[in-house]
């Protein structure tokens, strides 16, 4: 049987050590915003947005050293984007699912992930599954933050044309209270599934590290989308693609996207939910 390498050598392959990392942040915040936001990337220094009303994220000291002086460099941040199209793709495959393309940058990707190393979680790759129930993780307090700020927004089509519709489930308090942690090596994946009836409308997933694909598909209808992850995306389902679209992230170790093979490295995707009060114990 092959030995598995520890997680943090994963996430240094990932991501680079605090040697490699040399952001200039002066020149982060010269570079002009691309007037095609949607083709070209954009640095991810313009993700980032003062928000007062933000408690401080407490960066630990073996933190990344390039978010280290981003923080030190901006004050109290939340990582939410500059604008709603500003340098980030909003993409809508089916109804209810909102896919928000590289939001996350690489220094907030592995900030989360070291966090959850020293929460003791995925410390070794033997254990590829965590479970949290009740008020989410410090690191993760944020996340959910950026969802209560934005999902409201990506679900709000009163100027599509389309008759109005409400998605309350994403104005409630707390927002999430489950969160399932999933790591996958290349040639992992997960099944066909819909999340269980005892979590709430109003799921959350975000991705880290690897590329991937995902499939959603309709059973009734027969009808499948192959959906492009990048690394940093962030998943909103809700409605008929929370209910009637199974998911999953087919097991290979390379996707074909666009006849091009993207071979896969370490994946973790954290899956934020609210338990039904129905559900609860005690
Ligand atoms: O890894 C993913 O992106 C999906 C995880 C998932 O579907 C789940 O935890 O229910
Ligand atoms: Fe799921």
Redesign the pocket.
């Known amino acids: 049987m092959s030995q598995k390498p520890p997680t943090h050598e994963l996430f240094r392959d990932l991501f680079g050590s605090d040697e490699d990392d040399d952001v200039d942040l002066e020149q982060l915040k010269a570079t002009p915003v691309s007037s095609q936001p949607h083709d070209t990337p954009v640095h991810p220094f313009y993700r980032w947005k003062l928000l007062d009303q933000t408690p401080p994220i407490e960066f630990p000291t073996q933190c990344f050293a390039g978010a280290q002086r981003l923080w030190a460099a901006t004050g109290p941040v939340c990582p939410t984007y500059a604008t709603d199209t500003q340098g980030c793709k909003i993409i809508r495959p089916l109804p209810g699912l909102v896919i928000i393309r590289r939001l996350l940058c690489s220094h907030l990707q592995q900030y989360l992930l070291e966090r959850f190393i020293n929460l003791g979680y995925f410390s070794s790759t033997e254990t590829n599954q965590m479970m949290h129930f009740g008020p989410l993780p410090t690191p993760l307090q944020w996340v959910a933050e950026l969802y209560a700020q934005l999902a409201p927004r990506w679900f709000d089509n009163s100027n599509s044309g389309e008759p109005h519709k409400t998605n309350n489930c994403w104005s409630r308090q707390p927002l999430f209270d489950q969160l399932i942690g999933n790591m996958y090596l290349p040639g992992e994946g997960i099944r066909p599934?819909v999340?269980l009836a005892r979590f709430e409308d109003g799921i959350g997933i975000v991705s880290l590290g690897s590329t991937c694909t995902m499939v959603f598909a309709h059973p009734d209808r027969e009808q499948q989308h192959a959906l492009w992850l990048e690394p940093g995306d962030v998943l909103a389902m809700s409605g008929e693609a929370r209910y009637q679209w199974t998911?999953a992230i087919p097991a290979q170790k390379v996707d074909q996207v666009d006849g091009i093979a993207r071979p896969r490295s370490l994946r973790v995707s954290l899956?934020l939910r609210r338990v039904c009060p129905w559900a609860c114990v005690g």
């Open positions: 599934h999340d998911h899956t």
